[in-house]
Nanobody
């Protein structure tokens, strides 16, 4: 049974930083593309970033390019999202996802709340 557990969310002032983690179990982590998504109140869930199984290829939504960095540690079965220069519009529940094929997400975490105050 695949489990993805996010952590690291919280309340931060605009301009601050947070690092999200997603610990995976029940899967061959190094074979999976990992991604981060977010859902703000009253909005659809949106893609944020993804990283290939090796970590060599990353892709970001335009709104967070240059501020967020996705990375992974296959030895620890963990994917990270470093978020810098946070803005109030980054406030959302952040979810981690896993898939054998990029864009086909088969497992999801429960989410972690990120709140950015102005």
């Amino acid at each position: 049974q695949v489990q993805l557990v996010e952590s690291g969310g919280g309340l931060v002032q605009a301009g601050g930083s947070l690092r999200l983690s997603c610990a995976a179990s029940g899967l061959t982590f190094s074979s999976y593309t990992m991604g981060w998504f977010r859902q703000a109140p009253g909005k659809e869930r949106e893609f944020v970033a993804r990283i290939s199984w090796s970590g060599g290829i990353t892709y970001y939504v335009d709104t967070i390019k240059g501020r967020f960095t996705i990375s992974r540690d296959n030895a620890k079965n963990t994917v990270y999202l470093q978020m810098n220069s946070l803005k109030p519009e980054d406030t959302a529940v952040y979810y981690c996802a896993a898939g054998r094929v990029a864009g086909v997400w088969t497992s999801w975490g429960q989410g972690t709340q990120v709140t950015v105050s102005s």
